[in-house]
């Protein structure tokens, strides 16, 4: 029998020529497009990757590869597990990374569980990683994509044991160049379209304005400290900086001056000079593996604090709390910032990975 298989459709290339390579594999595809933006838009590209204007392109790859396309209402979800958690997260003094979220609560929950109900064999993404079933440790591993410039497995080290026997990644074996050459021999119409670099829900890219609109408490000014303790400034809403910030703080204190701390129990802000922002370790919360359920006892690990930083050499350690563990650096590391997520790695093979809750 036909297997069949839903593809996450964006209406950008790599989602396109992974439906027309599952297609051209055999399976029976189906194409779905989630729709989060809020009702009543009317601009064509709000919203970036799920936006009416890559619903249209979706539709038009879906028409050329001869499949059927649906559109999904998944404003709901999108608002309570993506976007109020963003907004959480900033009011805590955290930086999220809303497309972990998106990947976490939407794609990989609520949609997966859809595309299952429906009694769909898998779902598929366009996204840079590779997967495999290892017969000896009886468990699904996660990989780097082949493109290193690529790679997007940062991003999905949420995934669990049971989702990654439903989940399709073609392109993991693929360069970015290669990709776009299949999509224009195949004729797609969006092989030259650029990528969307801006998060789905902020227009223009402009968090301030979107920060202050959801969150008017975010924009309660507040002071600056130095890291001695003396005042030296007032900043304009905890929610607009970040920890490595220099610019738009408005100090003049002899030397350059960097976010190094965001107090919410103060409404503060703490700067210090470039060396303050190196961090020996961190402590990550809501951790999960991948290769194993539990961290059992210390091991080595190339760890990445964020999406376009290298790994670092580290010891990962059992932490004090369940789903927590201590990483200790072997070499400091630069503005650990509390809300991003550490990912573990081990060369290839992603270990797994959390949400830094703090730096040590």
């Known amino acids: 029998m036909q297997e069949t298989v839903f593809v996450a459709m964006s209406g950008g290339v790599d989602s396109s020529v992974t439906a027309y390579l599952l297609k051209e594999q055999g399976y029976r595809v189906i194409g779905i497009t989630m729709q989060v933006w809020p009702s009543g838009v009317t601009d064509p590209d709000y919203g970036g990757c799920c936006s009416l204007a890559a619903v249209e392109d979706a539709r038009r790859v879906c028409e050329v590869i001869g499949i059927p396309h649906y559109v999904w209402n998944f404003q709901d979800v999108f608002e309570q597990g993506v976007i109020d958690y963003f907004c959480r997260e900033y009011l805590g003094g955290r930086t999220p990374n809303p497309c972990i979220a998106c990947n976490r609560e939407i794609k990989f929950h609520v949609l997966l569980n859809r595309v299952r109900a429906l009694g769909a064999d898998f779902l598929a993404t366009g996204h840079y990683v590779r997967t495999m079933y290892d017969e000896r440790l009886g468990r699904w591993l996660l990989k780097k994509g082949r493109d290193e410039k690529k790679d997007q497995s940062y991003v999905l080290y949420m ?148 999406y376009t930083s290298a790994p670092a050499p580290a010891v990962i350690l059992p932490g004090r709390a369940p789903n927590e563990v201590t990483v200790r650096f072997s070499v400091p590391q630069r503005a650990v910032t509390p809300g991003q997520s550490a990912v573990f790695y081990k060369d290839d093979l992603v270990l797994g990975g959390g949400i830094i809750s703090r730096k040590l």
């Not at 227009?203 to 303790?229: C, K, T």
């Not at 002899?254 to 060396?275: F, M, Q």
């Open 159 to 306: 995934l669990r044991q049971d989702q990654l026997p439903y989940l399709k990644f073609p392109l993991g074996d693929y360069l970015k160049s290669e990709v776009r050459q299949l999509a224009s021999r195949a004729g797609l119409p969006v092989a030259e379209k650029q990528e969307s670099q801006e998060i789905c829900f902020i227009p223009d890219n402009d968090y301030r304005s979107f920060l202050e609109q959801r969150l008017p408490q975010a924009a309660v000014p507040g002071p600056i400290y130095d890291v001695h303790g003396n005042l030296v400034g007032k900043h304009q809403g905890l929610a607009f900086y970040t920890i490595g910030q220099r610019h738009g703080l408005g100090l003049a204190l002899g030397y350059p001056a960097y976010v190094v701390e965001i107090d919410p129990s103060r409404n503060a802000l703490v700067v210090g000079e470039k060396s303050h922002l190196e961090a020996n370790g961190l402590v990550a919360e809501k951790v999960n593996f991948i290769p194993f359920d539990t961290l059992q006892e210390e091991r080595t690990a190339e760890v990445k604090i964020r």
